[in-house]
């Protein structure tokens, strides 16, 4: 009897996890995107000069920033990795006329969120940058007061207890602030593009190879709602 009580107990916990994990939540009415090209791979965390002159085979590259409150600019900064180079110098020093940006804005917050805003309209204004960029952020609340640009709202990756608490308030953030897109890690892919069908989505792959995991890669990009795929700069 307990064996049975196991079973059946078992059986529902896989049903939920199923129905839970595959079935969506919203049905968001189609978005377009700024970035509509069937080549959906953009260069990953470009810190430098010389990596963004060597992901030029790209249509796109990523770069993390930081905004400095005091000095009133963005940092090109990864964790510790840090160039000691300014957003405007090195926009200024690269030949950035046909490329699209995504730019990671790594510490946005309640104090710097209204400069940051401003800056942003600073930069366009000297590099016209409006319809080639993205800005993401975790913190969608005070990224949804960038109503000049686009912007990606930034996710957790997806794990079943997590995400069983969280996704409501996902759903409810992209119902309030409608931001043009979410993004992810590619692992995190299937769970969001089930839950929100519709929604345009753009993910990063931290380190995958190219060459050796070519099949797992087309699958991310042939999903529709996947609008761009960060590689590594060499995987191509």
């Known amino acids: 009897m307990k064996y049975s009580t196991h079973i059946f107990i078992a059986l529902i916990l896989v049903i939920f ?3 839970f994990y595959y079935t969506s939540i919203h049905s968001f009415e189609k978005k377009s995107f700024f970035y509509q090209n069937n080549d959906k791979f953009w260069a990953h965390r470009v810190l430098t000069e010389d990596e963004f002159n ?3 085979v790209f249509n796109g590259v990523e770069i993390d920033l930081y905004f400095d409150s005091l000095n009133n600019y963005f940092l090109i900064k990864h964790d510790k990795i840090v160039n000691n180079q300014t957003l405007q110098d090195f926009l200024a020093s690269v030949d950035n006329s046909k490329i699209f940006y995504w730019f990671d804005v790594k510490n ?3 104090k710097n969120y209204k400069k940051s805003y401003d800056r942003f309209l600073f930069l366009d204004s000297l590099f016209k ?7 993401e952020s975790k913190n969608i609340n005070y990224l949804s007061h960038f109503k000049n640009f686009n912007i990606s709202y930034w ?3 997806y794990s079943f207890f997590s995400s069983l608490f969280n996704i409501n308030k996902i759903k409810s953030d992209l119902i309030k602030f409608r931001p043009n ?5 590619y692992k995190s892919v299937d769970f969001y593009s089930n839950k929100f069908p519709n929604y345009n989505l753009i993910c990063w792959t931290n380190h995958m190879n190219y060459d050796k995991e070519k099949e797992q890669l ?3 990009v042939s999903k529709k709602n ?3 795929v960060l590689v590594n700069k060499e995987m191509r």
């Open 54 to 56: 060597n992901s030029l």
């Open 181 to 185: 897109a979410i993004s992810c890690d």
């Open 17 to 19: 996890y199923y129905v």
């Open 129 to 135: 940058l409006n319809n080639r960029i993205i800005i």
């Open 155 to 157: 996710l957790k990756d």
């Open 108 to 110: 946005l917050s309640s």
């Open 226 to 228: 996947v609008k761009i």
């Open 218 to 220: 087309s699958k991310i």
